[in-house]
């Protein structure tokens, strides 16, 4: 390769990682070299396996907080994302329809990763479809986020596909369309349905009963976070998030931090092994983790003075907006309630160019942001370029399930529970 071609594939001091045996959106773990193939197997997820698993939720001791979510109308319209869901049930064939159409409640839902399966994956792929039917699909989920919701999720898609110009390589995997969607029940103004849309830095579950809708587990990131050439050139990731987090840090007090930061450093040698992970970093509720015991670290934002505590729902409000109005309201109001029960953890340093990883975290909402080592980069250290967030409901929230539960509970014998979708 000459040396024009070599910096063209070189991002911020980086190149192109060559060789990952990952092919058409699937890992292929006999590909890694023999001396390598049980540590990949321990860096994969079992997915499948913990999909059966019945769902707890995200608890912080093992036992699930009791009454934390109602039925209510949150003043959001489903007719639209309704009627875009119908209609792109309606053009679909017998055997897509097969593919792509699932029970309410079936475990298909947490069949995700943020990486690459190494499974035979659900729901029909964008890639696969024709732009007709493509648009139709992604119609349901302009239909059911906010306009900001929507950009950012489109925006992950076409950075995937900036990554794969990038380092001109995994051309059949890092596309814009390489995500796979799926819809669970049947799309209703009154009974509960939703969609997913899954695949490399994006994972997003939309359950809707009603005037209700919980957008969680909702996996958002990027390698690159900005795309400074090509095709989607000038498309950027996580910049109010990032600038959220560091307002909050910088205006901790001494005594705060020594409670909110965990370590101070991002170094791969000053972290402990768990939290040093070369494919998850310091995420704890990833794909796979719908049951994890996540103990409260850091900060009680009890402690938080009343301007500090703005800046932590403003934190939190850069990733509810991405839910329409209503919903978004909805959300914040519970985060709200539960303010005094919410913590706030730190890793890395509070500087302009700084790796970090922060969380906030409730019984409503569990929040994590993580600056990562490179996977298609060759980075070995954690870069503000390559951000991981994710957002989840725990105790249950998560996949609508507690709201799910309910409406069978007031409106349904317990038999109606699959009885919508394949």
């Known amino acids: 390769m000459d040396d024009d071609a070599h910096e063209k594939t070189r991002y911020r001091g980086f190149g192109p990682v060559t060789g990952l045996p990952i092919h058409d959106a699937r890992v292929d773990l006999d590909g890694f070299p023999p001396h390598l193939r049980a540590v990949a197997r321990e860096l994969f997820p079992p997915v499948l396996e913990n999909a059966?698993?019945?769902?707890?939720?995200?608890?912080?001791?093992g036992h699930v907080v009791p009454d934390l979510f109602a039925l209510q109308d949150t003043d959001w319209n489903p007719e639209p994302a309704t009627r875009a869901a119908i209609a792109f049930l309606d053009h679909l064939t017998p055997a897509r329809l097969e593919n792509v159409l699932f029970a309410v409640d079936a475990d298909?839902?947490?069949?995700?990763?943020?990486?690459?399966?190494?499974?035979?994956?659900?729901?029909?792929?964008?890639?696969?479809?024709?732009?007709?039917?493509r648009e139709r699909a992604l119609a349901v989920v302009e239909a059911s986020l906010s306009a900001t919701g929507f950009s950012e999720a489109?925006?992950?898609?076409?950075?995937?596909?900036?990554?794969?110009?990038?380092?001109?390589?995994y051309r059949d995997t890092l596309t814009e369309y390489r995500y796979h969607f799926a819809v669970f029940g049947t799309p209703s103004a009154t009974e509960p349905w939703g969609w997913q849309l899954w695949g490399h830095h994006l994972d997003v579950h939309c359950f809707i009963v009603g005037r209700q809708l919980v957008l969680t587990p909702t996996f958002i990131g990027a390698e690159p976070t900005e795309a400074d050439r090509g095709t989607h050139q000038g498309l950027s990731l996580f910049d109010d998030q990032r600038a959220a987090g560091l307002d909050l840090r910088r205006g901790l007090r001494p005594h705060q931090e020594r409670r909110a930061v965990l370590h101070t450093s991002m170094r791969v040698r000053d972290l402990p092994a768990e939290l040093a992970d070369p494919v998850n970093g310091r995420h704890l509720g990833g794909a796979a983790q719908d049951n994890r015991v996540i103990p409260y670290a850091g900060l009680p934002a009890g402690e938080l003075s009343g301007g500090q505590r703005e800046s932590l729902l403003h934190l939190v409000h850069t990733y509810a907006r991405r839910l329409p109005d209503g919903p978004a309201a909805a959300f914040m109001e519970g985060v709200e309630r539960h303010l005094d029960d919410t913590h706030v953890a730190w890793i890395g340093g509070s500087g302009d160019d700084d790796a970090f990883y922060y969380r906030v975290h409730s019984p409503v909402v569990l929040i994590e942001y993580d600056c990562q080592q490179g996977v298609f980069l060759d980075n070995d250290e954690p870069q503000p370029f390559h951000v991981h967030t994710i957002v989840r409901t725990p105790n249950g929230g998560d996949y609508g399930r507690d709201l799910l539960r309910r409406h069978l509970a007031r409106h349904h014998s317990p038999r109606r529970t699959g009885s919508t979708g394949r």
Do not use: S, Y
Request: overall charge negative.
């Open 52 to 61: 059966r698993e019945p769902l707890v939720g995200i608890t912080t001791d």
């Open 108 to 133: 298909e839902w947490r069949m995700w990763i943020n990486a690459f399966p190494t499974w035979d994956p659900h729901g029909l792929c964008l890639d696969d479809l024709e732009p007709a039917h």
């Open 154 to 169: 489109r925006t992950a898609m076409k950075l995937n596909a900036a990554l794969g110009e990038l380092i001109d390589r």
